[in-house]
């Protein structure tokens, strides 16, 4: 009892008919081998192509089949005069190069990946030596030194023991991979143990370096800092000030410009003041003298000339202080 198959929906235009074509080419043959009507007759197979291809497929044929009732009748001269038309011819330096150009992804099995390939193969005209090219691209592609000697070490060498070979070099390396990274996290923890009880072990000594290191440290510390008593760096109990007696206060181990005790701003302002009084008197006295030198006689200059040489002496701050 034959079972029913539903056939495939009539060729369409819409979009490309290359895609189309290659769609309904496909759902076809499907159909012919689920109804069984593969083992059918010859003629019987073309009435059927001719009858569910429809009116755009119709239309085709009429156009590119001659009235000979062997091209008619035949499915096979139907299908292969039919993609001819809708086909597009192939270069074969295109093709090829996108051939050889493919690679596989880390998530394609070596079975779909060689699968792939074959199909890439029948547009590049390789003829009988469509496997034995496959072979060969894949040896290349798979840059494993390892690999590629095994390989070499058979003879004559086919796609499925390719296959094999590599599936099994693989599996190797991974379980390679697993052993290294294992032994990696166990080298780690013990490591990690091993530092801890170095770390116990070197507390006290630590600590004791750490004390004779921080008295170096104080020491260094000390010699960078220029020291209050005589605003210059040593070492510590080699002040150049030690035992030196300070003008001021009249006490030991500090020089003047050091000193502790210095005058209060009051003072220092009371200072100032006077200091700026006898700085103006001089100034206006020595004016005073060469304006009367200028315009008296002879004699009067030559007094003048005395008093000049009696005048006050220029008062110096490095000299002396008021009190």
């Known amino acids: 009892m034959d079972i029913y198959v539903r056939p495939p929906e009539p060729l369409s235009d819409n979009g490309d008919m290359v895609l189309n074509w290659q769609k309904w080419r ?20 073309a009435y059927l192509l001719r ?25 096979n001269i139907l299908l292969a005069k ?30 779909n990946y060689i699968v792939y390939l074959k199909n890439k193969a029948t547009t590049c005209n390789f003829g009988n030596m469509t496997d034995s090219i496959i072979r060969d691209k894949l040896i290349i592609e798979f840059d494993d030194k ?51 009880v170095s770390a116990k072990n070197v507390t006290h000594s630590d600590k004791e370096t750490n004390n004779s290191n921080g008295k170096g440290k104080r020491v260094r510390r000390q010699n960078k ?28 181990n500090h020089y003047t410009n050091c000193c502790p005790v210095q005058p209060t701003d009051t003072e220092k302002m009371e200072d100032r003041k006077e200091w700026s009084w006898m700085e103006s008197r001089s100034r206006i006295s020595n004016e005073n003298l060469q304006r009367s030198q200028a315009s008296s006689p002879p004699s009067t200059r030559q007094q003048t000339s005395n008093v000049k040489r009696n005048k006050i002496p220029a008062v110096s701050n490095d000299n002396c202080r008021l009190s």
């Open 26 to 45: 496909k759902d076809f043959m499907i159909f012919m081998k689920a109804s069984n009507s593969i083992n059918k007759e010859r003629d019987y197979q």
């Open 51 to 75: 009858t569910y291809i429809g009116k755009i497929g119709q239309d085709v044929i009429e156009k590119i089949v001659s009235n000979h009732l062997k091209e008619r009748d035949d499915m």
């Open 82 to 111: 039919l993609d001819k038309y809708f086909l597009p011819p192939k270069n074969e330096v295109i093709e090829r190069y996108n051939f050889f150009k493919s690679r596989k992804n880390s998530d394609v099995s070596i079975e």
């Open 146 to 196: 390892q690999m590629r000697q095994k390989l070499f070490n058979v003879k004559n060498l086919n796609l499925s023991e390719f296959i094999s070979i590599f599936n099994e070099h693989k599996s190797a390396m991974q379980k390679k991979k697993q052993d290294t990274n294992q032994n990696r996290k166990q080298i780690d923890g013990n490591n990690i143990k091993n530092d801890n």
């Open 225 to 252: 800092k220029n020291y209050s008593k005589c605003n210059q760096r040593h070492p510590m109990q080699t002040c150049p000030a030690s035992g030196f007696k300070c003008e001021e206060p009249y006490k030991y």
